[in-house]
């Protein structure tokens, strides 16, 4: 699987971003999707997933009620809808798949997107 991810920028603090992740496979053929980050000189951090098949979502909790993720099967592809954007949201932002449940699931990842908010 190959991701691509897209969407970063550079915005002012309360702006809004979407991110995109483009699966080079069926996403029905994929359990999960997530979004990850990793700011500078910290360790990468869970942002938020997505149950391909049944839209679960988790997300984690910095971000509840500003963040959604959400899936478009029939585009393979896989959106971070960012809002509410605060100077600690600043990462550089990874997607990454899952094709079945289990530790360490993720084995398929994105090239990262730039995300950076200024105040």
């Known amino acids: 699987v190959q991701l691509q991810a897209s969407g970063g920028g550079l915005v002012l603090a309360g702006g809004s971003l979407r991110l995109s992740c483009a699966a080079s496979l069926r996403t029905s053929s994929i359990y999960r999707v997530a979004w990850f980050r990793r700011a500078p000189g910290k360790e990468r951090e869970f942002v938020a997933s997505?149950?391909?098949?049944?839209?679960?979502?988790d997300y984690r909790n910095s971000v509840k009620g500003r963040f959604t993720i959400s899936r478009d099967n029939a585009k393979n592809t896989v959106y971070l809808e960012m809002n509410s954007l605060r100077p600690e949201d600043t990462a550089v932002y990874y997607c990454?798949?899952?094709?079945?449940?289990?530790?360490?699931?993720?084995?398929?990842w994105g090239q990262g997107t730039q995300v950076t908010v200024s105040s």
């Open positions: 997505i149950s391909v098949s049944g839209g679960s979502t």
């Open positions: 990454a798949a899952a094709r079945e449940l289990r530790p360490g699931m993720y084995d398929y």
